[in-house]
Structure formats: structure tokens, C-alpha cells
């Protein structure tokens, strides 16, 4: 059983120092203590542990990642360096669909799947309504329970603090952590309503979009955009008297699929039914994946869509940094909400507003 | 018949100093043009011009904003700080769909429709693609010939140059001096297939989108999100025995918005039809536009949407002017190539890479 892929287990990580000495001589506590606390701000400590595939090395060392204290996330930073060299090889795996879909139970039954032809499967999600909500979408352990049990799957949780840049930002790094420490498929959910699935088509392979067959993609609330982007529709909950309508759902995503222009990977998207309740379609769901990255590698777009994304992800975070240092300086903290007022007021032009704003933020 | 709103026009600024002294006398005619280029350069003669509804000055004003010279961007931000007192007096109705929807003659019939009520239209449009087609969507006046040739009517193309943010920042600036200049209504067309819809719509109270009948909204490339903003579709071309397959696409759009949920705005959209050809329609078309304007002003969104409005162009030029002085650093600009390789052949993380520039950019 996994003992670390679970980040609300009661495990403080200065209480471990305390437990093990088992002596009550004080000095030596706080020495064993004190090295303990040094050891957790090397980054070589987590470093050698996620290459060693210790995963409760590795949930700590997310954790780093998406605290708010800027201390750790220095240290996070020099793990991310040290893992780099050893990221990237992974099929990622990008799973949408409306809440309701089932998207949870998909999981668990592909990744279990997926565990038992001998893969290691990390889950990860990105929803920024987790700070709204109070939960995440994988906050409930439950709704994952037999996968959150299996050694060869790792489950985090969404990041639940920020923007979805920061969310999708601290997603993208976990994503390296995880590939350094052995996973060789990492599954990245979310919930089909939004910005968010750009942020994930933009750090993954392969982009696979559920639907329920019998509601329009109206009622489902799934954004063209979004079926634009998928590599697979797979209608879940074909199963029992529902196979039918599943099937004739089928045909009419193919059509609709027709319609798009070819993607430039040269894949076109599939359309398939399945069941995560009888496990119907599972397998040929991951043929059809591993189709597309023997294909997708052969004609280097593999390749080049992982490269644009890098490149993506450096400018994501130079204006991410940009905007936050500005909007955190002192001087613009003070000045900002009169100007937002002259502006709102039209009493000042928004143009003028900004060129003064950024006078200020200049020292001139 | 009007003058000003050629911007291809053959008058040169300088030469208008040379042609009315009507002498030979070398100094008078250096005198002249000096007097005239220092008028050429003070916000007043714009401003007053403007004000006094003179689209000659107005089109002059507008190429200052648009120049890619500092100096005359200088002089646009101080006319368009003269005239922003004098704006907002407008309706300001942003027209989309795709080419070959009838976009063009929709314009120039009910632009020629609004000015016989009394109005005064001016006609502006983004169209990022400009830059690449070489031409913008109204570069051939030839397109609203009869507007073009009214003197309530005000036509100037998309500005060309630049980013997206750029042509659609230079727009709303010419908003601004068009409604100073005593124009009522503001129509801003923009071509339905992208992010410049999200542009247009941030800039107007009401937003129409132009469809055909007998043919889906894929194929003729409408993306959802482009529906979702709709205040009306209006179904063009419904003449001669497009009729009644006008009649039936606009039951079937009036089902597909029941989907979405109400706009904050209390106001449902309408779906009707029109034609350019026969101008059947177009007094609905207003009588709608007038009534959204009424309830939307009784129930104060009106205005909370243009102040909405203001802030959001207030903090996305801030974003371009820090991302415009951030990558034309001459530090950053030699750095960059190197990162971006580094990063794209997976030798440094896309977060490091950034962190190192933002360090370079601010001396550290």
C-alpha cells in the first residue's frame, strides 16, 4: 500500500524528527530536529528521493512547490532543475467533460487498467474553482478509492490557491516531478466548463473529452472550442439499456467532427463509447492512444507540440511575473483604485490612466 | 458630400501650407509652413477641429493615434485627453460574422437607413488580420459605396498595424474622437472567427451577429462563444425564395439560445431577419436595438457596463505597456533566442528560464 500519496495524512514533517530519537534528552532532539529541518530545506534531499520514486518524497516536494512562502518555493525551484534532465518521458494524458460525466469513476477505471498492463499513472487535476468551492475535484479520496490504494498510481489533488495561471503553472511543474520519479503516464483532469482546458491542452499530449450520449453539447455545456481541441470524444456510461443511444451518439460526433479542419498532427479525432462501470471500451480506448503517439512520434509532431509547449510555458510565466510584480509594488497598491475610479467615472481616459501607472511604477 | 473620411486622399499635410498663399515669395511660403506644421503639432487645432465636427481634422486625428511615430502618439494621447469629456453621447453597436455573411451591405444599408433617421454613423472595424491580407475589411470603399459618399456617415478602415491588443486599443481610442465629434452611433465591424470578437465586445453595448440560413453554424465557422455574446442574430439574406429557409433558421437559433443562461443584462436575445438587398428587416433590427438600449438604461446596466468597460482597457493596456517595455529590453532582446532554445530542448525548465530573465531585466 502507498503510504504517500496522500497529503492530508497527520504526518507533520517536524514531528517525524521528534518520534524517532525516542529519548528525552532534549539537546539531542533538537540537534536530530535541527538536521532534520536542514536536510528539509536541501534540495538534493527531494531530489534524490523522487529519483529513487519515493512518492512520499515527491508529495512533499509538490507540496514545496504550491506553498505560499517564497522560501519554499525557492527550494522547489532547484528541485524542478534537478529533475528536469530526468522529465519528460511520459504520454500525457488530458481528460475533460462536464461535471456528471463521470470523469472520476473514467479515471479509476482507466487507471487501473492502465496499472495493471504495467504502467505507473499519476493523476493530477487543474480546477480553479477549487478556492471558490472549498474542494478540489480529486479532494475526495473516495470518489478514487481503489486507485488511491494502488502502489503504481499517485493521485494529487488541484493546487488550491490562485489564479488558474498560478494552478495551471504549479500543475505544470508537478508534471516534471512526476515524470523524474517514474510515472510514465500522467492523467490530467479537469472540468469541462472553461478557461482551464486550454491551460491543459496546453501541457499535455493527448486531449480526451467525455460526453454522455442523449444531451446535446448544448445541455452539456461543453464549449465548441473544447471539442475543437480533443484528440477523442469517448461517450461514457455505454452500458446496460443506454448502448444504444451511446451508438447513435457516436455517429453524430463523427459528423460533427467532420466538419473541423485536420489537425495539424496529422490524427484525426476518434469517436468511441465506453463504460467505466463494465470496463467496455477501456482497452481499445488505449490502442487508439497509443496509435496516436506512434503516429505523432513518426512524424516528429510529438516531438514539436512538447517544444512549442516549453516555449509557451516560459512566456506564460515571464507575463504571470511581470503583472505580479507590478501589481504588488507599493506605490501602484496606493494609487490604483483612484485611478480605477477617475476611469470608471470617465473623468480619465483608460489610456492615459495606464501611461501614468506605469510612469509611477518607473521611478519617473 | 464629405471630404474628411478618406484617409487615401491625396493632401498632404504640409502641402496645404503650399498651395494657398498663392506667391512665389520664398520666406512667406517657409513662414506659412513653419505656422502651419507647429499648428499641425498642438492638441488644440485637433481638439477644436474635432469638436466642431470637422471629420477632415478628425481622420488627421485618428492617423496620429494610429502613427507608429512617438511624437504624433504624443499629441493623440493630449487630443484624446481634450475630447474624452465630450465622448460616451453614443450607442456603440459592434456587427460580427463570417465573410460572405453580407457584413459590408448590411452596413451600408442600415448605416444609410440609420443616417436618413437623423443619425450620425461612423463606421470602424478590427481586423487584426489586415496586417497580413495586406488589405482591412473596409479598405475598399468600394464595399459601401453609398455610405462612403453621406455626410452623416464617418467610414475609416481597421488600423493595421500591430497585435491584436494593439488594433483593438487604437479603436477604442477612435471611439473616443468620433463620439466628440458629435457621431451618435459608433458601429464597429469585426470578421467572426476569433479572439477579435472578445475585443469588439468589450468596447460596445450591443452586440449583433450576422448568420445565413441553411447552413450550420459550424460550417460557417461561428464559434459558440461568439453566440453566447450575441444580443441579436439577424438571419441576412432572407429575399426572393431564401425566405422560408430564413424563417426556419431562425426558429432553430431562437431554440439554441434558450439553452445558455440569461445575460446579466435582463435582456433575452432576439433572433430575426433581414436582407441587405430588400432592407426587410431593418427598421425591426433598430426598433430592437433601441429597446435593449431602454431597458438596459432603466436598469442601470448600461452604464455598468461601459464602466466595466473602461476599467478592463485601463488594465489591458497596462499588460501590453509591461509586456511592450519588457521584450523591447536590449538586454532581453539578446538573451531571449538562447532561452528559448535552452528551454525548448528541454536543458532548462520553462520557469527557471523566466526567473533568470525577469532577474536580468531588473539588474540583479
Redesign the interface.
Do not use: C, P
Given at each position: 500500500m502507498s503510504e504517500g500519496n496522500d497529503k492530508t495524512k497527520p504526518t507533520l514533517i517536524v514531528n517525524e524528527g521528534i518520534e524517532q530519537p525516542h529519548t528525552l534528552n532534549t539537546e539531542s532532539i533538537n540537534q536530530y530536529r535541527k538536521k532534520k529541518i536542514v536536510r528539509l530545506n536541501e534540495p538534493d534531499y527531494y531530489i534524490d528521493g523522487i529519483l529513487a520514486g519515493d512518492i512520499t518524497i515527491l508529495s512533499k516536494a509538490i507540496t514545496l512547490i504550491e506553498s505560499s512562502l517564497s522560501k519554499h518555493r525557492e527550494t522547489g525551484?532547484k528541485v524542478?532543475?534537478g529533475c528536469?534532465?530526468h522529465?519528460?518521458n511520459s504520454l500525457r494524458i488530458g481528460i475533460t467533460g462536464v461535471p456528471g460525466v463521470g470523469k472520476s469513476s473514467f479515471i479509476e477505471t482507466f487507471g487501473t487498467y492502465l496499472t495493471k498492463n504495467g504502467n505507473k499513472v499519476a493523476v493530477l487535476a487543474i480546477d480553479p474553482s477549487s478556492q471558490i468551492s472549498g474542494g478540489s475535484i480529486l479532494g475526495d479520496k473516495t470518489r478514487m478509492e481503489e486507485l488511491s490504494r494502488n502502489e503504481m498510481a499517485f493521485i494529487r489533488p488541484s493546487p488550491s490557491a490562485g489564479s488558474l495561471g498560478g494552478v495551471a503553472?504549479k500543475t505544470?511543474?508537478t508534471i516534471?516531478l512526476c515524470e523524474a520519479a517514474g510515472f510514465n503516464i500522467i492523467i490530467i483532469e479537469t472540468v469541462g466548463v472553461g478557461q482551464s482546458e486550454i491551460a491543459v491542452h496546453s501541457m499535455v499530449d493527448f486531449f480526451l473529452l467525455l460526453m454522455l450520449a442523449g444531451a446535446?453539447d448544448?445541455?452539456q455545456g461543453i464549449?465548441?472550442?473544447i471539442m475543437e481541441m480533443a484528440d477523442m470524444i469517448a461517450i461514457n456510461k455505454a452500458d446496460g439499456e443506454n448502448i444504444h443511444k451511446a451508438k447513435m451518439a457516436k455517429v453524430e460526433y463523427s459528423n460533427?467532427l467532420h466538419?473541423?479542419a485536420p489537425s495539424e498532427s496529422g490524427w484525426f479525432p476518434k469517436v468511441v463509447t465506453c463504460s467505466a462501470r463494465t470496463s467496455a471500451g477501456l482497452s481499445d480506448i488505449w490502442k487508439l492512444i497509443k496509435d496516436f503517439e506512434t503516429l505523432t512520434r513518426q512524424n516528429k509532431f510529438f516531438e514539436l507540440r512538447?517544444?512549442?509547449q516549453?516555449?509557451?510555458?516560459?512566456?506564460?510565466?515571464?507575463?504571470e511575473?511581470?503583472?505580479s510584480?507590478?501589481f504588488n509594488d507599493e506605490k501602484i497598491k496606493v494609487l490604483l483604485p483612484n485611478?480605477?475610479k477617475m476611469?470608471?467615472?470617465?473623468n480619465?481616459?483608460?489610456?492615459?490612466?495606464?501611461?501614468e501607472?506605469?510612469k509611477v511604477y518607473k521611478g519617473e
Open positions: 525551484q524542478i532543475d528536469i534532465g522529465s519528460g503553472r505544470r511543474e516534471i446535446g448544448e445541455l464549449k465548441r472550442g460533427a466538419l473541423y512538447r517544444r512549442e516549453a516555449k509557451y510555458w516560459m512566456y506564460e510565466t515571464l507575463i511575473s511581470l503583472k510584480e507590478f485611478f480605477e476611469v470608471t467615472n470617465n480619465l481616459s483608460s489610456f492615459k490612466a495606464a501611461a501607472l506605469i
